[in-house]
Each structure stands twice: as structure tokens, then as C-alpha cells.
């Protein structure tokens, strides 16, 4: 069975500091995709990105990065220079895929982690 | 503009009647999911669907029902046999032709049983 963990259930950080968001996963498919998804207090999920297993580059989009290790089963994020709009709840989740890359695309979802940026 | 559409946005409902929360979606997406979310708690996943008249049950679908008879609307109706139906409820959709692709989600609707 699939599970995704992330053991953080809430951070707080004052803005213009840097926090990381850890994220750890459990699967027995070698071929899987993980992403990362905010969910700001208007509730709607909104995608961040997704990584396929077969790719462990790491990647950064303007503040945000992505430090993805299969060695230790782990996709964790980061947020550069935090703002205030950065206060969501972030969640990670895993999906199976076959050989052929396509799947059902059934989420596993983390419990989330609260991210809350002081001014 | 594209995306997906939850209504409403908030619903209460006396315990012991059913209730259909309604999704839809103009992203021309073939997949749809519906997802449960307790306070404090990831998501999971109730039902989904890859095409028309086509679903299958997720990983708490007991007390559920859904259709897809357009492949733009998945509705899901909540029984009176949901032990604890209070919830906030989430609909996505997501494209399954080429690459894998990513799940968008809806603004979600806010049920409230009493």
C-alpha cells in the first residue's frame, strides 16, 4: 500500500525566512509521481508540481524549490524568503503508475502541514 | 475561462436524508475524482471515474453514490448511510491522454449534517 507522511503538522516562520517542508513516502511501483499541492483558506487546491520517479533532478520555480531523493524516499520543498501569502496548508501526495507511465491517477495524500508566515 | 465548479458552496442537512453535491467541469478532462477531507487530515479519495458511464469506488465509498452520465458533471450523492457525513467534500478532474498529467481541483463544497 501506498502511504505518504509528512510529519510536520505546523510551522510558523516570520517573513523573509527560508522553511522546508518535509515530505516522505512509502510505494512498492518503481514507476510513481509525486506532487505538491497548496491549499490556501479559501479552501480550492492548487497544483504546485509534479516529479515522475525516473526523474530526481531537483527543481525551482522562482522561490520555491523541490529536493527530490529516492534513496530516501523523500520529496521535500522549500520556500525561499517566506511571505505572508505563503500561509496555506501544503500537502504532498503519490500516485501509482504502470510501466507505461499512464495509471488511474489515484492521490495518496500526507496529512498536510500548516504554514502559517508572520509579517 | 476553464475549470471546475462546485455547487454549493456550503450545504446543511438534517441527518437522515440524502444529498447530492454537484461537480462540473469545461477542462474537456476525461478522469474526475471526488475526495473527502476531515479537519486536520489529508484527503481521500471516495469515487472516480476514467470515462462516461464509467466509475469505481475509492478508499471509503461505503455510504456513497455517484453517476457519470455526461462527461462534464460527476455528481455524488450522500446517503443516509454515511455514518459521519460532515465533511469538507473536493471534485477534480484530470487529462489521461499522452503524459501523465496532474489533478485540478475544484473550490469544494462544505457539507454540514445535523
Known amino acids: 500500500a501506498q502511504k505518504v507522511t509528512q510529519a510536520q503538522t505546523e510551522i510558523s516562520v516570520v517573513e523573509k525566512e527560508d522553511v522546508t517542508l518535509d515530505c516522505v513516502y512509502e510505494?512498492?511501483?518503481?514507476?510513481?509521481?509525486l506532487f505538491w499541492y497548496k491549499q490556501p483558506p479559501s479552501g480550492e487546491l492548487v497544483f504546485l508540481i509534479r516529479?515522475?520517479?525516473?526523474?530526481?533532478q531537483n527543481e525551482i520555480s522562482g522561490r520555491y524549490s523541490w529536493n527530490f531523493q529516492k534513496s530516501t524516499s523523500s520529496f521535500n520543498f522549500t520556500i525561499t524568503a517566506s511571505q505572508v501569502v505563503d500561509s496555506a496548508v501544503y500537502f504532498c501526495?503519490?500516485?501509482?503508475?504502470?510501466?507505461?507511465?499512464?495509471?488511474?491517477?489515484?492521490?495518496?495524500f500526507g496529512q498536510g502541514t500548516i504554514l502559517t508566515v508572520h509579517p | 475561462d476553464g475549470g471546475i465548479t462546485q455547487s454549493p458552496k456550503y450545504l446543511f442537512r438534517k441527518e437522515g436524508q440524502n444529498v447530492t453535491l454537484s461537480c462540473e467541469q469545461n477542462?474537456?478532462?476525461?478522469?474526475m475524482y471526488w475526495y473527502r477531507q476531515d479537519p486536520g487530515q489529508g484527503l481521500r479519495l471516495i469515487y472516480y471515474?476514467?470515462?462516461?458511464?464509467?466509475?469505481q469506488k475509492g478508499d471509503i465509498a461505503e455510504g456513497y453514490s455517484v453517476s457519470r452520465e455526461k462527461k462534464e458533471s460527476f455528481p455524488l450523492t450522500v446517503t443516509s448511510a454515511q455514518k459521519n457525513p460532515t465533511a469538507f467534500y473536493l471534485c477534480?478532474?484530470?487529462?489521461?491522454?499522452?503524459?501523465?498529467?496532474?489533478?485540478?481541483f475544484g473550490p469544494g463544497t462544505r457539507l454540514t449534517v445535523t
Open positions: 477534480a478532474s484530470r487529462a489521461t491522454r499522452g503524459s501523465f498529467y496532474e489533478q485540478y
Open positions: 510505494t512498492r511501483d518503481t514507476t510513481y509521481y
Open positions: 516529479r515522475n520517479s525516473f526523474d530526481e
Open positions: 501526495a503519490l500516485s501509482e503508475a504502470n510501466a507505461g507511465g499512464t495509471s488511474y491517477g489515484k492521490l495518496t
Open positions: 477542462l474537456n478532462h476525461d478522469a
Open positions: 471515474s476514467q470515462i462516461v458511464n464509467d466509475f
